[in-house]
């Protein structure tokens, strides 16, 4: 541990990583909202999006999230009111459960699991949860129909998702994504270290299955089934507003954030810049400075994805029901199941 | 049942119908049972008011009926009291999206009860806005379609580019929406200077708005799939439910009022080209009417070469007076057929105004079209036939 962490007393610590949590998921949800819900979606489709709150709309959210507080807390009644209420909550909390072990920099970190991975594909399922009941309590048709469709479309990318990066760390033998940061960034490819070796020119099969699956697991366009607003109004959320929509909104974001966060982890090298540039050769030789450049350099890898990510929502058509599932059992899977052995082969071949 | 019993052999059949045993013993042991859903009347799918009753079993509807009625105006009550110029007004509410397009039939209705006829400049120029007021609905229609399969940027394209179309509409008419502009006898005014030229322009950036759609749309592989094969009526059901416009065209039909009926417009006096579709699909109906948006800026390009000099309204009395009689013209409008049948008494206004639209008859296939498809295929298949609320309820 860095020593200018350690002079700080365990509660001190504490709060910071509360502090930082709320940062660290929040800040993305709020930029991309902002820049990509907001600015370029209207780019895209030539108007110009919110100018009027603050310079060129930058306030325009805060007035958003006054307004939705503002709201009443309807609560329809037939609904199972602990469960409906809970939902929205449940879905948010996976995302800070999620945002824990991602890595920031090499001492800027919240919880340095060694099965990082695997704690990350266990919680992030936990929303599925949540959506769940959110159309199950909502006692709404279309509520009902959306969390069905959102469960099994959930359950059905979880895999390949597991598949996809299960090649990543099969190539760096361990877990522990702070140590897939390293192995990514102290690699090289045939002897030429200048990039080190992100893991998604060696592994890009798994990284287009991986975007795929979280593109499926976020609910973006083409998988927007569970809130598909032409055919079920707006699925498990039809019954929510005031504040509660804006958690269920939020948690949209703060997942699409977190989520490109552990991509850039796992196949663009997160935080980190080649070892080779500055002469390091492991985590202790880092200077400090690369815990406040670290977070950059993470963000704006993970803007580039969310780029992605967004660019599809907002081109794309939506697919249907049966064609998303067969999309992912008979095409993602076994593709990834491929990648898996040939990956396998490889690391014993070299 | 009896295109079923047709396709399939007699063994096929009794595995079929032994399959369907097994899956009711199954159900009898699960109880499952069915749910009711009940699309709107407001539901975003339906962009309007139109209620769609459907049983589903899991996403599958088992039987669908559409309910509407809920915007039923009375217009055909109304212009009973309303004086012939009056009827305009009432009757271009009905398909609002092309209102120019409605006006005419009653117009060239009431002209053949009077045994007159436009100028040949009129005619010209009512075959141009007609054909606009298409552009300005259909270019809505693709834009929509993106919106209803889930892509949201090709509604905002359209509206830009239907803009286009809306300012000439209003420039030459004074209204964007509701032009109110054809009259017995001829037009209200002549059209304003420059406008000529700036419709050129307008149907060149038209067509490249075609070319955005198709290449935003039409070519995607998830739009493909989710249309293709969806919604499929045969040529016989179409013929038998009474479609009309592009959705009988994709069916395979070669049958379009432009050509076949002769009025005093003036499509006979250039070159077009009606198209049709084998398929009869969801996909075919989408297809047909990019391609007739891109012939009617054809026609609309082809007019503005050949509009004559002259006067643009006939010697009609100040105060109109239809003689005794009954005449039935229909046009083919932007969504089908759209025809009315004037009665006239010899009055300032007409005895009985039969109101014969497109989109009434086009909904009345849905019962038969939307058994046994999935939830999500409700939505394109909607789509796809193209009704406006205020054509199907009047």
């Known amino acids: 541990m860095n020593p200018i962490l350690a002079e700080i007393p365990y509660w001190g610590q504490s709060l910071l990583r509360v502090l930082g949590g709320l940062v660290a998921v929040l800040l993305p949800a709020g930029t991309i909202v902002y820049v990509f819900l907001f600015k370029m979606m209207s780019f895209m489709q030539s108007r110009l999006g919110p100018m009027e709150a603050g310079p060129y709309g930058s306030m325009q959210l805060f007035a958003e999230v006054g307004k939705w507080l503002q709201k009443e807390d309807i609560v329809p009644e037939r609904a199972d009111v602990r469960i409906f209420k809970m939902a929205p909550v449940i879905v948010l909390l996976s995302t800070f459960l999620l945002v824990v072990v991602v890595p920031f920099g090499p001492d800027a970190w919240f919880t340095d699991f060694e099965t990082g991975v695997f704690y990350a594909l266990a919680v992030s399922s936990v929303s599925v949860l949540g959506i769940l009941i959110a159309g199950w309590a909502s006692a709404n048709k279309y509520s009902l129909l959306g969390g069905l469709r959102a469960a099994g479309q959930l359950i059905a990318y979880e895999l390949p998702m597991v598949l996809a990066v299960m090649g990543v760390v099969i190539q760096a033998g361990t877990m522990n994504l702070q140590k897939i940061v390293v192995a990514q960034n102290s690699g090289s490819m045939f002897g030429f270290d200048a990039v080190g070796h992100p893991y998604v020119i060696s592994q890009f099969v798994g990284f287009v299955i991986f975007m795929i699956a979280i593109q499926a697991e976020l609910t973006q366009a083409p998988f927007d089934m569970p809130i598909a607003e032409s055919e079920l109004v707006s699925g498990y959320m039809t019954e929510y507003s005031g504040f509660r929509f804006l958690i269920f909104f939020i948690g949209e974001f703060a997942t699409a954030g977190v989520f490109a966060m552990i991509a850039s982890v796992l196949f663009l090298g997160g935080w980190g810049v080649p070892f080779a540039w500055f002469g390091w050769t492991s985590i202790d030789d880092i200077d400090n400075w690369m815990n406040i450049a670290g977070p950059i350099i993470m963000l704006t890898k993970m803007m580039l994805l969310v780029f992605i990510i967004m660019w599809i929502r907002f081109s794309y058509p939506r697919l249907r029901e049966d064609q998303l599932q067969r999309f992912a059992w008979k095409g993602l899977i076994p593709v990834a199941l491929g990648n898996i052995m040939v990956t396998s082969i490889l690391k014993v071949v070299f | 049942m009896s295109i079923t019993e047709n396709v399939l052999g007699d063994r096929q059949r009794l595995a079929y119908i032994a399959s ?375």
Request: glycine fraction near 8%.
């Open chain 2, 20 to 394: 369907q045993a097994a899956d009711s013993r199954l159900n009898v042991e699960l109880e499952t049972e069915g749910m009711t859903l009940n699309i709107g009347p407001q539901h975003p799918a339906t962009h309007g008011t139109l209620r769609i009753i459907a049983r589903l079993d899991g996403e599958q509807v088992v039987w669908a009926e559409p309910s509407c009625g809920y915007m039923h105006r009375g217009y055909e009550k109304l212009a009973e009291v309303r004086t012939y110029p009056q009827v305009t007004t009432l009757i271009n509410r009905i398909d609002w999206l092309g209102s120019f397009a409605n006006e005419v039939p009653f117009i060239l209705a009431a002209e053949k009860l009077m045994e007159i006829e436009a100028p040949v400049r009129a005619q010209y120029i009512r075959t141009i806005l007609f054909e606009l007021s298409r552009i300005a609905n259909v270019s809505l229609f693709l834009g929509d379609l993106g919106v209803q399969l889930g892509a949201i940027t090709p509604v905002f394209i359209a509206f830009r580019d239907r803009e286009y179309v809306l300012n000439l509409i209003e420039s030459a008419t004074g209204g964007r929406f509701h032009p109110n502009f054809d009259r017995i006898g001829g037009l209200k005014d002549d059209l304003p200077a420059g406008w000529v030229d700036e419709t050129r322009a307008v149907m060149k950036k038209l067509r490249g708005f075609c070319d955005q759609i198709e290449d935003l749309l039409f070519g995607n592989e998830i739009f493909q799939s989710r249309t293709r094969g969806i919604g499929v009526v045969p040529r016989d059901v179409a013929l038998q439910y009474g479609l009309s416009g592009a959705n009988l065209r994709a069916s395979g039909v070669d049958w379009d009022l432009r050509r076949d009926h002769k009025l005093p417009m003036a499509w006979d006096k250039v070159d077009w080209k009606v198209w049709t579709h084998p398929d009869g699909d969801s996909f075919a109906r989408c297809w047909i009417r990019l391609q007739e948006t891109r012939e009617s800026t054809k026609i609309v390009d082809q007019l503005l070469d050949l509009i004559p000099a002259g006067p643009v309204m006939a010697k009609v009395p100040k105060i109109i007076k239809v003689p005794e009689g009954e005449a039935w013209v229909s046009t083919e409008n932007p969504l089908g057929e759209m025809g009315y049948y004037v009665v006239s008494r010899g009055d300032l206004g007409p005895f009985r105004v039969k109101i014969r639209s497109a989109s009434f008859n086009n909904i009345s296939i849905t019962p038969w079209l939307l058994r046994g498809v999935y939830v999500p295929d409700i939505v394109t298949i909607l789509a796809s036939l193209y009704f406006i609320l205020g054509d199907i309820d009047r």
